[in-house]
């Protein structure tokens, strides 16, 4: 069993989730609302080490009234630990996961990371050289998340995508255009060989939000 994941995204209209330097600042303020409420029905966020690391996200409910047991489960996906001891995703807003793969057990500097980062989190230990996606979504599904925002950034959509472990798909496009060929897009990764091999998705609804566009697909 895992749970019904939905991937949550703001882009520009050219596919930019960050600008070639890192800023994400894409969402306006109805968005940015509409994912806090988003985030208030959920059990759980994912996102991946990169995004803590780029943009120190606290994953909590905090645009719209809510109190502090509305914030879901936090869940890094942290392949060696490296999540710093002082990020906001640590706080004592919510409850936090890290998984990390074996690889972290075998390296005496991301064991003593995730000794440290043991006081302050649970670590969830699966896969050999990256976390094992499957095996994570099982630990969550039997931790009670049975809803779970996927929040990026675009290496691990793409994981999660060829894993098929994407329930739905929900993005904001943004009326900007940034370009550059190193700024990160919804989904990076390996990618797929061919268009045949792609998912393939139905578009179940579509708004207008102040000056952003939001499209929600299933994943078919
Ligand atoms: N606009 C938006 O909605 C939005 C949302 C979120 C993020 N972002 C942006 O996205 C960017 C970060 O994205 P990113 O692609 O660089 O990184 P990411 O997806 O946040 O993190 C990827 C990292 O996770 C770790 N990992 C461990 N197991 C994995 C697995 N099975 N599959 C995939 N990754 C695994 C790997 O790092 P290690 O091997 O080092 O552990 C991998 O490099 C930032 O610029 C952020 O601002 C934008």
New binding site residues.
């Given amino acids: 069993m895992k749970p019904h994941v939905i991937l949550n995204?703001?882009?520009t209209l050219d596919g930019k989730?960050?600008t070639k330097t890192?800023n994400?600042q894409?969402s306006g303020k109805k968005d940015l609302e509409r994912v806090h409420k988003l985030r208030k029905e959920v059990d759980g966020i994912m996102?991946?080490?990169?995004?803590v690391l780029?943009?120190d996200p606290r994953l909590t409910i905090h645009k719209i009234d809510s109190n502090k047991s509305d914030n879901p489960i936090r869940i890094v996906?942290?392949?060696?630990g490296?999540t710093p001891l002082n990020s906001r995703i640590l706080n004592d807003d919510a409850e936090t996961i890290i998984a990390v793969?074996n690889y972290a057990k075998n390296q005496d500097i991301s064991l003593e990371r995730c000794e440290k980062l043991n006081k302050l989190a649970d670590i969830f230990y699966s896969?050999e050289n990256?976390?094992?996606?499957k095996e994570l979504m099982k630990h969550l599904y039997s931790k009670n998340i049975k809803t779970l925002m996927l929040?990026?950034?675009?290496?691990?959509?793409f994981?999660m995508i060829k894993e098929q472990l994407i329930d739905e798909i929900r993005v904001c496009v943004a009326p900007m255009i940034v370009g550059g060929k190193n700024a990160?897009t919804l989904v990076?990764?390996e990618g797929f060989n061919l268009m045949k091999d792609g998912i393939k998705l139905e578009l179940k609804n579509r708004y207008q939000l102040g000056k952003d566009l939001i499209l929600e697909y299933d994943v078919l």
């Fill in positions: 995204a703001a882009m989730i960050a890192g994400s894409i996102v991946g080490i990169n995004t780029t943009d996906v942290d392949n060696q490296r793969s896969g990256s976390v094992h996606l929040e990026g950034g675009s290496t691990l959509n994981s990160k990076d990764g």
